[in-house]
C-alpha cells in the first residue's frame, strides 16, 4: 500500500457509523505501518497511530522542522469547533500536498467537504497525488454529500453497510453493482462479522468480502457482484 514515484494510491472507504469501515482502515494501517503518516482526526480516534497535536501552529512548526529523510507519525486533531474546520483543514492539505512519500487520513470527509465543493488544497491532493507518491484514504459515512470529484479520482472503494437510500444509490452507481448488493450489506456486532464490497477504480475488478471481529479480512473475489453471501458467525 506505499506509494511508488508517481504512483498514487488513494481509497474511499465508505459506510454508516458502526459498519466496520474504521476497523478496516486502521487494521490496514497496523499492517502497512507507514513511515510518514499525517492524520485529520475530528473525533480523536486515531491516537495509537502516532504524536497527537491539537495546535495548527504547533502541527506546522513540527513539520517545518524535518527534512525530507525524516519518518514521522502525526495525528491532528482540530477540536469540536467545527466553525473552524475549513480554514484548519486547507492549511492542513496544503501542508500535506507538500510532503512526498506521504499517507494521509482524513476522517468524516463530510465535515469539510459538499457535493458541490472542495477545499482547493484537498482537491490538488486528490487530483495531483500522484506527483508526491500519495497513499490517501478518506473515510465518510455520507458519500452523496461529500466531494464527488474525490469519488471520480479514487483507485479503491471499499464501501461497508449504508443506511440512507440515498447513499446507497450513489454508491451502487460508483462501485457499478446492483443498488440491492449494497442495500444488504450486513455489519452485524453479535457476530462480530462486518461486510463490504471493493471496486478497484483502475481495473474495474468488483468484489465481496468480510471483516470479522478479530481483525481478518475473508478473501475478496476478483470477479463482479452478484449477490453477497450470508455472514457467518465467528468464534
Excluded at 501542508?95 to 470527509?109: G, K, N, S, T
Excluded at 475473508?218 to 455472514?231: A, G, H, I
Amino acid at each position: 500500500m506505499q506509494g511508488s514515484q508517481n504512483v498514487a494510491r488513494i481509497v474511499g472507504v465508505i459506510g454508516a457509523s458502526g459498519s466496520g469501515k474504521s476497523r478496516w482502515l486502521k487494521d490496514g494501517l497496523r499492517r502497512m505501518k507507514p513511515a510518514r503518516l499525517l492524520v485529520w482526526d475530528p473525533q480523536d480516534e486515531y491516537g495509537e497511530f502516532g504524536q497527537v497535536v491539537t495546535d495548527m501552529r504547533e502541527l506546522v512548526e513540527t513539520l517545518a522542522g524535518l527534512t525530507p529523510a525524516d519518518g514521522f507519525r502525526i495525528v491532528y486533531q482540530p477540536g469540536d469547533d467545527m466553525s473552524t474546520y475549513k480554514w484548519k483543514f486547507d492549511l492542513f492539505c496544503e501542508i500535506a500536498y507538500q510532503i512526498e512519500r506521504l499517507c494521509v487520513v482524513v476522517e468524516e470527509v463530510a465535515d469539510v467537504t459538499t457535493a458541490g465543493w472542495a477545499p482547493p488544497y484537498w482537491s490538488r491532493l486528490s487530483r495531483k497525488g500522484r506527483h508526491r507518491a500519495m497513499t490517501m484514504f478518506a473515510v465518510t459515512q455520507r458519500p452523496a454529500v461529500i466531494d464527488k470529484t474525490f469519488l471520480g479520482n479514487c483507485t479503491l472503494i471499499h464501501c461497508c453497510r449504508l443506511n440512507d437510500k440515498n447513499d446507497i444509490a450513489v454508491m451502487a452507481a460508483t462501485l457499478g453493482v446492483p443498488v440491492d448488493d449494497v442495500r444488504n450489506l450486513k455489519a452485524d456486532p453479535d457476530t462480530g462479522v462486518f461486510q463490504f464490497i471493493e471496486r478497484n477504480m483502475q481495473t474495474g475488478q468488483t468484489g465481496c468480502g468480510a471483516l470479522d471481529s478479530r481483525g481478518s479480512h475473508r478473501p475478496v473475489p476478483e470477479r463482479n457482484v452478484r449477490t453477497l453471501p450470508e455472514p457467518e458467525a465467528t468464534t
